[in-house]
């Protein structure tokens, strides 16, 4: 399955890129993918393919287009430096609002049956967390977010289920990260924390050698269960 880039809107009335892939059925639920600081390489596209795959309609936003378009960066030194200089110069209230008019153009194509939920990684994983608290999106998931804790005091206007994955040896998020999300979340029924052991940071990702395969195959599994019960499980005729 190949996707496409489209144009998207943005609130202060530019456009910007993303990556859509639509679902073999034509149309399904949406899910917006947040990008890494690696920019939407090919392996947030085949992450968007993946879920195309399993019936959404999946749209990932170029983040990075207010100061560098295009960006495709490679899971090596250079690629990390780069990255890392980009996402220092983001103005991360105006890239979730670039989130908030991704979601907006997304419900309003003819692939996406109106509802959608936010799955962001390492960046995209804070910037979903952020996305819960400022829009209206119906579901997020959140991987190995750094700098969530930075943000805590906005977990009370998380109106919608969401859930957290981390890696129990990601040094650069250690346990007590995790304790202060359970904490800010605490007695929320819909706010899921999880823990992989022998995960480190972007254990999801096939490009990274900290890949684990069963911690992204269950981490997966876990937001498919999240998407079927807040967006519904598409259609896959």
Same mark, same amino acid.
């Given at each position: 399955?190949?996707?496409?880039?489209? @144009?998207?809107n943005s609130s202060d009335q530019r456009k910007?890129?993303?990556?859509?892939?639509?679902?073999?059925?034509?149309?399904?639920?949406?899910?917006?993918?947040?990008?890494?600081?690696?920019?939407?390489?090919?392996?947030?596209?085949?992450?968007?393919?993946?879920?195309?795959?399993?019936?959404?309609?999946?749209?990932?936003?170029?983040?990075?287009?207010?100061?560098?378009?295009?960006?495709?960066?490679?899971?090596?030194?250079?690629?990390?430096?780069?990255g890392r200089g980009i996402a220092t110069k983001?103005?991360?209230?105006?890239?979730?609002?670039?989130?908030?008019?991704?979601?907006? @153009?997304?419900?309003?194509?003819?692939?996406?049956?109106?509802?959608?939920?936010?799955?962001?990684?390492?960046?995209?994983?804070?910037?979903?967390?952020?996305?819960?608290?400022?829009?209206?999106?119906?579901?997020?998931?959140?991987?190995?977010?750094?700098?969530?804790?930075?943000?805590?005091?906005?977990?009370?206007?998380?109106?919608?289920?969401?859930?957290?994955?981390?890696?129990?040896?990601?040094?650069?998020?250690?346990?007590?990260?995790?304790?202060?999300?359970?904490?800010?979340?605490?007695?929320?029924?819909?706010?899921?924390?999880?823990?992989?052991?022998?995960?480190?940071?972007?254990?999801?990702? @096939?490009?990274?050698? @900290?890949?684990?395969?069963?911690?992204?195959?269950?981490?997966?599994?876990r937001t498919i269960e999240l998407l079927h019960?807040?967006?519904?499980?598409?259609?896959?005729?």
């Amino acid at each position: 399955m190949s996707g496409k880039m489209v @144009s998207i809107n943005s609130s202060d009335q530019r456009k910007f890129d993303g990556y859509l892939a639509a679902p073999k059925s034509g149309k399904g639920p949406g899910v917006v993918i947040i990008q890494e600081i690696f920019g939407v390489n090919d392996h947030i596209r085949e992450v968007v393919d993946e879920y195309a795959r399993d019936g959404y309609a999946a749209l990932a936003p170029d983040l990075f287009w207010r100061i560098e378009p295009g960006v495709k960066l490679a899971y090596d030194a250079e690629g990390m430096q780069k990255g890392r200089g980009i996402a220092t110069k983001l103005d991360m209230n105006l890239a979730v609002k670039d989130i908030e008019s991704t979601i907006k @153009s997304l419900r309003a194509m003819p692939e996406c049956n109106g509802k959608v939920a936010v799955i962001g990684y390492c960046f995209g994983g804070l910037m979903a967390y952020l996305t819960a608290a400022r829009t209206d999106v119906s579901a997020a998931s959140c991987y190995y977010g750094g700098r969530i804790d930075a943000f805590l005091g906005e977990a009370g206007s998380v109106k919608c289920p969401i859930q957290f994955h981390f890696g129990a040896e990601d040094h650069a998020i250690p346990a007590e990260v995790w304790d202060k999300v359970r904490g800010a979340f605490a007695g929320r029924k819909d706010a899921e924390v999880f823990v992989y052991e022998g995960a480190q940071h972007g254990f999801n990702c @096939s490009k990274r050698p @900290s890949f684990h395969t069963e911690a992204s195959k269950l981490a997966r599994s876990r937001t498919i269960e999240l998407l079927h019960r807040t967006i519904g499980a598409p259609n896959q005729a």
